[in-house]
């Protein structure tokens, strides 16, 4: 099967366009988890027992900031692919003489790499904090109803 150069941007736009949803699903799935932890430890004293729950609610607001972050880093990453289009197309404001182009776009290529394994430490981490955050709240969820029984 032979891709044309439309399947291919319509297929970039729809990763694009599905990794946006799931960053802001996840930023949303947070910010609603630490309102719902908040209400939940409203008037509970600090003590071992609510240390769990605590600690399940930084993990959240860990995970919202390591979100932020992620959306900045993609930007950057924007950024970076507008920058090496148009050093190859010769239309960049910092546009290199021609016997420099090709160490120039190398260079940016290998930025762009790692910035891209930013973006993806960025996201597993975020994610680690929020499931991390569910498991020890559940878990002082369960502590907290075993204590009233």
Same mark, same amino acid.
């Given at each position: @099967?032979?891709?044309?150069?439309?399947?291919?941007?319509?297929?970039?736009?729809?990763?694009?366009?599905?990794?946006?949803?799931?960053?802001?699903?996840?930023?949303?799935? +947070?910010?609603?988890?630490?309102?719902?932890?908040?209400?939940?430890?409203?008037?509970?004293h600090?003590?071992? %027992?609510?240390?769990?729950?605590?600690?399940?609610?930084? !993990?959240?607001v860990?995970?919202?900031?390591?979100? !932020?972050?992620?959306?900045?880093?993609? *930007?950057?990453?924007?950024? @970076?692919?507008?920058? !090496?289009a148009? !050093?190859?197309?010769? +239309? %960049?404001?910092?546009?290199?003489?021609? +016997?420099?182009l090709?160490?120039? @776009?190398?260079? %940016?290529?290998?930025? @762009?790499?790692?910035?891209?394994?930013?973006?993806?430490?960025?996201?597993?981490?975020?994610?680690r904090?929020?499931?991390?955050?569910?498991? *020890?709240?559940?878990?002082?969820?369960?502590?907290?109803?075993?204590?009233?029984?």
């Amino acid at each position: @099967m032979s891709y044309t150069r439309d399947d291919v941007s319509m297929l970039y736009k729809l990763g694009s366009d599905m990794y946006d949803k799931y960053a802001y699903f996840l930023l949303a799935a +947070t910010g609603a988890a630490i309102g719902f932890g908040l209400q939940k430890l409203d008037g509970v004293h600090l003590s071992a %027992h609510s240390a769990t729950g605590v600690l399940a609610i930084v !993990l959240w607001v860990v995970s919202f900031y390591l979100g !932020l972050m992620r959306i900045e880093s993609v *930007l950057t990453t924007v950024r @970076m692919n507008t920058d !090496l289009a148009q !050093l190859g197309m010769g +239309t %960049h404001p910092k546009q290199p003489p021609p +016997t420099e182009l090709q160490e120039a @776009m190398r260079r %940016h290529s290998a930025r @762009m790499e790692k910035q891209n394994s930013k973006n993806v430490l960025l996201m597993t981490w975020q994610f680690r904090t929020l499931v991390s955050g569910v498991v *020890l709240f559940v878990a002082w969820r369960l502590i907290q109803m075993t204590n009233n029984v």
